[in-house]
């Protein structure tokens, strides 16, 4: 399935949508080059599951945790390099069942569950244009 985004508002507004099907036990690896629309998509899921707070990249803190229903974690494994550097990480520990995982720059990630997504975004041909694409048919 392929979404096309004019703006970043609706790159959330997909996240949203995807909100209301999401499921406790879900991980999402979110693929793509630095500005694609990654955090705010995942900006979106967050709203959409009422959370109210700032959502920004966890580029840095690595792990960003939102409390809503279920819980979500925000992941950039950006600068991490092997499975050692994902598992201190603590990556494993939140893949319980129990919250949904969303991973910008996933790698070295096949013990995550049964249910892994795999979520593509891309420039289009004009600035805030972004192609969302998913094998799941997610949205």
Known sequence: ???????EEETRNLGAALAKKLSAGSVFCLHG????GKT?????VA????????????TFA????YDTEPVVFHYDLYRLTDADDIFSAGLFDCCDGNSAVFIEWPKDIEELG????????????????RIIETEDGLF
Not at 114 to 129: A, L, R, T, W
């Open 62 to 65: 690595l792990c960003h945790r």
């Open 1 to 7: 399935m392929r979404f096309i985004s004019h703006s």
């Open 40 to 44: 705010a998509f995942v900006k979106g």
């Open 47 to 58: 709203e959409g599951l009422g959370y109210t707070g700032e959502v920004t990249s966890p």
């Open 33 to 36: 080059e630095m500005g694609c």
């Open 114 to 129: 049964e249910e892994v997504h795999d979520i593509y975004f891309s420039y289009g041909n004009s600035e805030n244009k």
